[in-house]
């Protein structure tokens, strides 16, 4: 969508898993928080239901469960050299987020597994000790 110099790069998310869902919903709630804080990062902001720009419009075609991401990319962001690289990003955008989930999910099961074994190792410790006595 595009309005006064600026276009509005907008993605509609879409996840299988429940899981993945929560954590998607984390990551774009910090990316927008953490996304506004620099100064020359197009502006991000992400909602559960479509963005003003799209209201009005059909996107009853539109699946998603993951609400919507929109970047508003200035023409400062596709200035010379530039345009390359924020194209690349933008047509690169959902394989960065499901990367992510993908390691976020990864890290989790490796902490819980890690808990899991200490929790295995105490019960252990206690049960041969309360069989001792």
């Not at 990316?31 to 799209?54: H, M, R, T, V, Y």
């Not at 955008?93 to 999910?105: E, G, L, M, P, S």
Request: charged fraction near 20%.
């Amino acid at each position: 969508m595009q309005d006064d110099g600026k276009i509005n790069a907008v993605f509609p998310m879409r996840f299988k898993d429940d899981t993945d869902l929560a954590i998607a919903t984390s990551f774009f709630q910090e990316l927008q928080d953490l996304g506004n804080s620099f100064a020359k990062a197009p502006k991000c902001s992400w909602s559960p239901i479509p963005p003003p720009e799209l209201r009005g419009e059909n996107v009853n075609h539109l699946t998603t469960n993951g609400g919507f991401v929109s970047f508003g990319v200035l023409s400062r962001h596709v200035k010379g050299k530039r345009a390359a690289k924020t194209a690349w990003i933008l047509l690169n955008f959902q394989a960065y987020v499901k990367y992510h989930i993908k390691c976020t999910r990864g890290y989790i099961q490796s902490r819980m597994r890690e808990r899991l074994e200490t929790l295995t190792e105490v019960h252990l410790i206690f049960s041969l000790h309360h069989v001792t006595v």
